[in-house]
Nanobody, 125 residues
Framework: QVQLVESGGGLVQPGGSLRVSCAAS????????MGWFRQAPGKEREFVAG????????IYADSVKGRFTMSRDNAKNTAYLQMNSLKPEDTAVYYC??????????????????WGQGTQVTVSS
C-alpha cells in the first residue's frame, strides 16, 4: 500500500538548519508531484514547497523562500526539505504529500493526495 514516511525532525536553535526526508513506497514515485506542508499548533495546515515529478520545477511559500530548499531523488523514492536560517515561527509538524496532479497537490485538500504521518520540527533556544 502507499506509504510516505517522514524523518529528520527535531529541536534546533533559531538560525540553525535541519533536513527532513520523506521515503515513499507503494506507488510510482517518479510520476508523482511531491509537496511539503506544515501545521503549527492552533493553525491550519499550510503549503511550504512543491515539486514537479522531475524536480525541475519547484515552488515555495513566500514565508520560506530563500531559506528552504526542496529536492527529490527519484532513484531513491525520497523527497527532501532542507531548512536553513530557521525561525521560531517555523515550528510545526511537517508533512509530505504526493499527488499525480500538482494542481490538486497545491490545494492541500484533494481526495487524491497521499499524506505522511508528519514529523515535528521545533525551533527554540
Amino acid at each position: 500500500q502507499v506509504q510516505l514516511v517522514e524523518s529528520g525532525g527535531g529541536l534546533v536553535q533559531p538560525g540553525g538548519s535541519l533536513r527532513v526526508s520523506c521515503a515513499a513506497s507503494g506507488f510510482t514515485f517518479s510520476v508523482y508531484a511531491m509537496g511539503w506542508f506544515r501545521q503549527a499548533p492552533g493553525k491550519e495546515r499550510e503549503f511550504v514547497a512543491g515539486s514537479s515529478w522531475s524536480g525541475s520545477n519547484i515552488i515555495y511559500a513566500d514565508s520560506v523562500k530563500g531559506r528552504f530548499t526542496m529536492s527529490r531523488d527519484n532513484a531513491k523514492n525520497t523527497a527532501y526539505l532542507q531548512m536553513n536560517s530557521l525561525k521560531p515561527e517555523d515550528t510545526a509538524v511537517y508533512y509530505c504529500a504526493a499527488d499525480r496532479s500538482r494542481n490538486a497537490l497545491s490545494t492541500g485538500n484533494a481526495d487524491s493526495t497521499f499524506w505522511g504521518q508528519g514529523t515535528q520540527v521545533t525551533v527554540s533556544s
